[in-house]
């Protein structure tokens, strides 16, 4: 059995920003179609959280590694890593680790996972959050997004057969510490040290496969250099219906992810012994050849029965957020908050004690009853019994909104705060917040999921939890009636 991808997951923020949107508001050149856009309430630590929950829910057997990348990272000098793994209920024994600093540590990571996985079930997640000074291009044409991928010894559907790397220092994109935005060297120059890297690392990586370029099923060319993308991608001999479109009108470039939510989107459509070859230019070029197995099937219709959407349908789908809110989101825009007391950090030693609350969702069971408590007690509400619990965890059980209160006053960067109170599958009640939904839309029976998000930060500590969010997006309908304060 080939060892290599065993399963994927991919996460695209709900909320889109019509380029137009910018256009009329400064003035800019407009460009066409959307851009995915991460909410108040996400970095790149939740969006690599919701990427991982979709890779393990659509494979099987633990993951005994860990490796974490993004070129935004929500802490410096302390792990992001070890956040994803609470998050997602790895094994105390998997290891952790952060690869951090430019959309080439993506490939860093995904080259690394792959090797680990040779050994032991290995996760390689990749998660980018891009921003840009206002109407400038990277603003108008980035996107949100993560990816991962989850590696195995045996039972690969694509397995990596041939890799080929050039290095070369050139000073074409750059961002010191400090600095919100990036900053980019005149395009023609950009354009002149990456295109023959990328023909070289192509040729480099087909020649180990012991393929042409005409025998390549699909090819993926990315990179944040826009224009040597354009260059390189219909000049390497490929055929052009093996050319992979990147989604840019839809989602926007992804930057560190856009790799590896290509290629899972290829291994949503691809067929067993095909040859898949992703082509990366950031600081030199990045060649990947892969070839599906007959385990790729299997592993589409698992996909399915699990519920998962593919990339296109997250593509697809979306929510308009406004060009001023999404200023807002990002720190560019600053706005009168409510008239309330900003909130104070956690603590730590409360979050290490209340870990598998706090990260992993964990009710306590009653061995007893069966009563289920959120959160975990060490009484039964219901028979009384102590220290008879089972921690459970609900991370990725659903249920329902039993009722609902929209608050105007409490202190968001994305008023009105919307409490629901959750009536989970298979028992359990909950109040927490829901987000991603329009507050006049909410109504009571609303099905709603769980999702990792930062509820905010204070003095440079980040406050994670759980919220929910309807199932289905955005809610839609008459409100029923609730308390609104």
């Not at 094994?91 to 040779?118: F, K, N, Q």
């Not at 510490?177 to 990456?194: D, I, L, V």
């Not at 699909?218 to 989604?247: F, N, P, Q």
């Amino acid at each position: 059995m080939a060892s290599g991808i065993g399963s994927w997951g991919v996460y695209l923020p709900y909320w889109r920003l019509e380029r137009k949107d910018i256009a009329q508001a400064l003035g800019s050149p407009a460009g066409r179609g959307t851009r995915t856009v991460a909410s108040y309430d996400e970095d790149t630590t939740t969006l690599g959280v919701e990427a991982g929950r979709r890779a393990v829910a659509a494979g099987s057997g633990a993951v005994e590694e860990l490796y974490f990348s993004t070129p935004e990272p929500a802490y410096q000098d302390k792990t992001n890593a070890t956040t994803v793994h609470a998050a997602l209920g790895l094994d105390r024994r998997a290891g952790a680790y952060d690869l951090v600093g430019s959309a080439r540590s993506g490939v860093a990571t995904v080259v690394a996972a792959e090797l680990a996985g040779r050994q032991h079930p290995t996760l390689a997640v990749v998660a980018e959050l891009r921003t840009g000074l206002a109407g400038g291009a990277d603003e108008r044409e980035s996107g949100d997004g993560a990816v991962a991928l989850r590696f195995v010894p045996d039972g690969a559907v694509a397995e990596l057969v041939a890799r080929a790397a050039a290095s070369d220092e050139f000073l074409d994109r750059w961002r010191v510490p400090g600095e919100s935005h990036s900053s980019q060297w005149e395009e023609r120059f950009g354009e002149t040290a990456y295109v023959p890297l990328a023909h070289e690392v192509f040729t480099d990586a087909l020649k180990q496969a012991g393929i042409t370029a005409e025998s390549v099923d699909h090819l993926v060319v990315t990179g944040l250099h826009a224009r040597a993308v354009r260059a390189v991608r219909t000049k390497l001999g490929v055929a052009e219906s093996a050319l992979v479109g990147d989604r840019a009108a839809e989602v926007g470039n992804l930057g560190a992810a856009q790799l590896g939510v290509l290629l899972a989107d290829v291994l949503e459509r691809a067929e067993p012994g095909q040859t898949i070859v992703t082509l990366q230019m950031a600081d030199g070029a990045d060649a990947l050849v892969w070839k599906t197995t007959d385990a790729l099937p299997a592993a589409q219709a698992a996909r399915r029965d699990a519920g998962l959407d593919t990339v296109a349908e997250q593509a697809g789908s979306g929510h308009p957020v406004p060009y001023a809110a999404f200023l807002t989101w990002r720190g560019q825009l600053h706005r009168e908050p409510p008239r309330r007391p900003e909130p104070e950090r956690p603590g730590a030693p409360n979050m290490l004690r209340r870990e598998g609350w706090k990260y992993g969702f964990e009710a306590g069971r009653c061995l007893v009853c069966g009563f289920r408590h959120m959160p975990p007690t060490r009484v039964c509400l219901r028979c009384k019994s102590v220290d008879q619990m089972e921690p459970e965890r609900l991370a990725d059980t659903k249920g329902v909104v039993a009722t609902f209160a929209i608050d105007h006053l409490a202190f968001s960067m994305s008023p009105p705060t919307v409490g629901v109170v959750v009536d989970f599958d298979g028992g359990g009640r909950y109040r927490c917040e829901l987000t991603d939904a329009d507050a006049a839309s909410v109504k009571i029976g609303n099905r709603v999921e769980m999702t990792f998000r930062r509820f905010y930060s204070a003095d440079g500590m980040h406050n994670y939890f759980w919220k929910a969010r309807p199932v289905s997006g955005v809610t839609e309908g008459e409100p029923a009636s609730a308390e609104e304060a």
